[in-house]
DNA sequence: ACTGACATGTTATATAATAACATCAAAGGC
DNA sequence: GCCTTTGATGTTATTATATAACATGTCAGT
């Protein structure tokens, strides 16, 4: 047991935002039903083990997890379902720390950005929308027609800059 | 030869910008100089590939090149070579391809996005000022302190837009 | 020439991601 | 209810990306 100390779903601070992780789970149902998709037992468990994890996490611990709880032990088996809830806006990868994380507002499309500490490997998920039309208009410029973007800030968290050394 | 068609290093108009190939190679060495670090032959080779690339180039497809010139043929010669042109503001490393691109502004610090098409596989490095300030200012609202960050949109560039289907 | 710092090269290994195929389960037509 | 079609899950094997650890070589300062 890695998080011992939790209740209802929750380990921490950081995860008792405005949203529930059962809350999340029950957006997440509904959102892969109006994709057309099914949000099977290795997703769903995929996704609760993404949001039960304090930074992001590679697919290979995502992996290990599955395994342990006698889903599949082979790679596929994590990138598949990963793969699945960065298509289906249930979370994101991180492609600076090769990792995936749950996404915080999966009730809404957005784009986002990512604040990364370099200090203590916290991921944290940001309001892009500024952001997002700051690279509208240099996309833009450059006549470019822009899908999707990846925002990935490397930096320090509040809490490890208030620390001590 | 890879490219057939080139005259004076160059061999299409995206390489004809303002920055001649030989006056990027030469900043390259004075800032260098001026960062107490030596642009060996290896570095400026690699720089002289990735300039003469037309999208980013793998460490690996780097490496093949280095190696066929009579440099090592091991990943680590390529790596190296390429990290140090990061470290040293020469060169970017685009993250979602896992490849690397010669700078295309090595004058001056910046902050660099860039503009990556699905299509044609062309990376283009654009301005990002405005960008740089909107993502400082949310970090600094979410109380991060701001080190580096990546910025990498997606999409089709002009050409591809205008070319048929 | 000697020394210390850095550069280059190697072998070996770690880490991340996908291809290709077999089997299984759900959804829909009849 | 059966059959077919599609999609999901699992496997083995392989590819791709990146780093660790170490030996050798180069060069500036003394
Ligand atoms: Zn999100
Ligand atoms: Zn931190
Ligand atoms: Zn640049
Ligand atoms: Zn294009």
């Known amino acids: 047991m890695t998080s011992p100390m939790h209740h209802d779903g929750f380990c921490c601070a950081a995860h008792s935002g405005s949203d529930s992780m059962a809350a999340i789970l029950e957006t997440a149902e509904t959102r892969a039903r109006m994709q057309g998709a099914r949000l099977t037992p290795v997703r769903r468990r995929t996704l609760e083990i993404l949001l039960h994890a304090?930074?992001?996490?590679?697919?290979?611990?995502?992996?290990?997890?599955?395994?342990?709880?006698g889903y599949g032990t082979q790679p596929p088996v994590a990138y598949r379902a990963l793969n699945f809830l960065v298509e289906h806006g249930l979370a994101h990868r991180i492609r600076r720390l090769n990792a995936f994380t749950?996404?915080?507002?999966?009730?809404?499309?957005?784009?986002a950005a990512f604040l990364i500490c370099e200090k203590c490997n916290s991921v944290t998920e940001a309001d892009a929308d500024l952001l997002s039309r700051a690279?509208?208009?240099?996309?833009?410029?450059?006549?470019?027609?822009?899908?999707?973007?990846?925002?990935?800030?490397?930096?320090?968290?509040?809490?490890?800059?208030?620390?001590?050394?």
Chains 1, 2 share one sequence.
Do not use: N, S
Request: glycine share 8%; net charge negative; aromatic share 4%.
């Open 54 to 69: 304090h930074g992001a996490l590679g697919a290979y611990e995502v992996l290990e997890k599955l395994a342990a709880e």
């Open 102 to 111: 749950a996404c915080a507002q999966p009730d809404h499309d957005h784009r």
């Open 135 to 165: 690279l509208d208009q240099a996309a833009q410029a450059a006549g470019f027609q822009l899908d999707r973007a990846t925002i990935e800030a490397v930096g320090q968290c509040r809490a490890c800059q208030d620390a001590p050394e």
